[in-house]
């Protein structure tokens, strides 16, 4: 039988504002998006019953038609015309349901390796086509890198690298359902953010200026349900980050820090009271 190991990695959103509601239910968002170093691996293996079978070290996450690696198998078949089965193990570091597009980037890594293994050769192109009506976050985990998405987060326009820059990942255990999150959303609390601001300083490589123009507008939903967030923003400032927000739907908190000796310092101060956390930087393709 064939196999295929395929490492799926993580993001955080340096800022994220929602434009409006579409007719379909999505909506149209504005965000800077960030590949992180924080990844899944997974190992996939032709099957020969004809099912799939998903199995994974996190009880958390579900195994059946509920996980995007399923949907990502059902219409792969489906557009493919072939009938076969996989086997495929998720091996989790990414926290689920956290706002760091871990269920999605299983799905662009699933769509990877199948289009691999079943040698359909698929350009990008058409697994992003397939990918965006899976999950919104789904074209951007098959891109990486650093990107300004646009439309539900699958048109793409290149920015400046803002790769190797030290990050602390803190969540408090507390997953966040992202449909939910965008129900409750109101866009009257939408307030003035300029993006073109943390583009500037992206392009200056100016880690201080990126810092202090992060913004989320989805934190105004989850901290209303979350109170740890605030918290733990403020240990992560208080404790030498240059600035800290939630990333995506939540409820994942990251602080930027402009060197390692200062990481290290706000995680032997933090790894106490919040022991979830993961020490990363940012990456590129």
Known sequence: MESIKISSYGKINLALDVINKRNDGYHNISTVMQEISLKDDLTIIDNENKKLVITSNNEEMPLDERNLVYKVWEELKKISGLD??????????????????????????????????????????????????????????????????????????????????????????????????????????????????ILQEMGKRDILGVAQNLYNLLEVIVTKEVEEIEEIKGELTKNKALGSLMSGSGTTVFGLFKNETDLNFSYEKMKEKYPNYRIIKTKTR
């Open 84 to 197: 076969k089965g996989a086997h495929v193990h998720i091996y989790k570091r990414i926290p689920v349901a956290a706002g760091l597009a871990g269920g999605s980037s299983n799905a662009a890594a699933m769509l990877k390796g199948l289009n691999s293994l079943w040698k359909l050769d698929y350009p990008v192109e058409k697994l992003e086509e397939i990918g965006k009506t899976i999950g919104a976050d789904i074209p951007f985990c098959l891109r990486g890198g650093t990107l300004l998405a646009t439309g539900i987060g699958d048109q793409f326009k290149p920015i400046p690298s803002f790769q190797d820059v030290y990050v602390l990942l803190v969540n408090p255990n507390i997953p966040m359902d992202t449909k939910y999150v965008y129900g409750k959303l109101d866009l009257r609390d939408r307030k003035d953010f300029n993006m073109d601001l």
